[in-house]
């Protein structure tokens, strides 16, 4: 039997000189294990947001679903009580970071499982390192131009805005110039600052002559 003979109907004919009979008609069914259709996704969200996994199967009969979670990277999973629906969703938790979640469709024909997806729950917001480079004199007064950078990493998920992160420089005296580079990922928003004094004028000596006084 192949998965295309589900639902036909068959019966036998009797035949003899006086005529033919024929059997009920008796249908096939043919069960077929489940096949995946949509494999569910891996998310990043910060912690509060609605988590949301979906997937699909097909199969005969119908295959229900369990999802289930894993806290060992996939070591052993767990089923997940009232998630029988071809969506789960919550709201992500810290204490979520790095779960991992599939689903396993069965009917009776048997399971099948889909790709475990892993949940990222961002609660740090990016690094910023500025990197400042010139010659630096005393009472951190630079003696020469300045260049600024900066560094801007999330281990956890992508950068999704910078401000005033693009590398400047100072080439001419001030008392003070602050720059402040912001950036946002995920997790949140932070910000550093970076003030650049610079002073690479030499002194003017200016001689004062005092005459004398005549006696």
Same mark, same amino acid.
């Given at each position: 039997a192949?998965?295309? &003979? #589900?639902?036909?109907?068959?019966?036998?004919?009797?035949?003899?000189?006086? +005529?033919?009979?024929?059997?009920?008609?008796?249908?096939?069914?043919?069960?077929t294990?489940?096949?995946?259709t /949509?494999?569910?996704?891996?998310?990043?969200?910060k912690?509060g947001?609605?988590a949301?996994?979906?997937?699909a199967?097909s199969?005969?009969?119908?295959? /229900?679903?369990?999802?289930?979670?894993?806290?060992?990277?996939g070591?052993t999973?767990?089923?997940?009580?009232?998630?029988t629906?071809?969506?789960?969703?919550? %709201?992500?938790?810290?204490?979520? #970071?790095?779960k991992?979640?599939?689903? @396993?469709? %069965?009917n009776?024909?048997?399971?099948?499982?889909?790709?475990?997806?892993?949940?990222?729950?961002?609660?740090?917001?990016?690094?910023i390192?500025?990197?400042v480079?010139? =010659?630096l004199?005393?009472? +951190?007064?630079?003696?020469?131009?300045?260049?600024?950078?900066?560094n801007?990493?999330?281990?956890?998920?992508?950068?999704?805005?910078?401000?005033?992160?693009?590398a400047?420089?100072?080439?001419s005296d =001030?008392?003070? @110039?602050?720059? %402040?580079?912001?950036?946002?990922?995920?997790?949140?928003?932070?910000?550093?600052?970076?003030?650049?004094?610079? &002073?690479? =004028?030499?002194?003017?000596l !200016?001689? /004062? !002559?005092?005459?004398?006084?005549v %006696?």
């Amino acid at each position: 039997a192949q998965a295309s &003979d #589900n639902g036909k109907q068959y019966r036998a004919m009797f035949t003899i000189a006086l +005529g033919t009979a024929n059997t009920n008609a008796a249908t096939l069914t043919v069960n077929t294990v489940p096949q995946i259709t /949509t494999q569910p996704s891996s998310q990043t969200l910060k912690a509060g947001q609605q988590a949301s996994f979906s997937a699909a199967a097909s199969g005969s009969p119908a295959p /229900t679903v369990q999802w289930q979670v894993s806290t060992d990277n996939g070591a052993t999973w767990t089923n997940i009580p009232g998630a029988t629906a071809t969506t789960l969703s919550f %709201t992500a938790q810290a204490g979520d #970071n790095g779960k991992q979640y599939h689903a @396993v469709f %069965t009917n009776v024909a048997g399971p099948a499982t889909t790709n475990a997806v892993t949940l990222t729950v961002d609660t740090t917001p990016p690094v910023i390192a500025p990197n400042v480079v010139g =010659t630096l004199g005393q009472n +951190g007064w630079y003696v020469s131009n300045v260049s600024v950078t900066w560094n801007v990493s999330d281990a956890e998920s992508a950068v999704s805005s910078q401000t005033g992160c693009a590398a400047q420089s100072v080439t001419s005296d =001030t008392t003070g @110039v602050t720059f %402040t580079c912001q950036a946002t990922s995920t997790g949140a928003t932070n910000s550093q600052q970076v003030k650049v004094k610079r &002073d690479a =004028t030499q002194p003017v000596l !200016v001689p /004062t !002559v005092t005459p004398n006084p005549v %006696t």
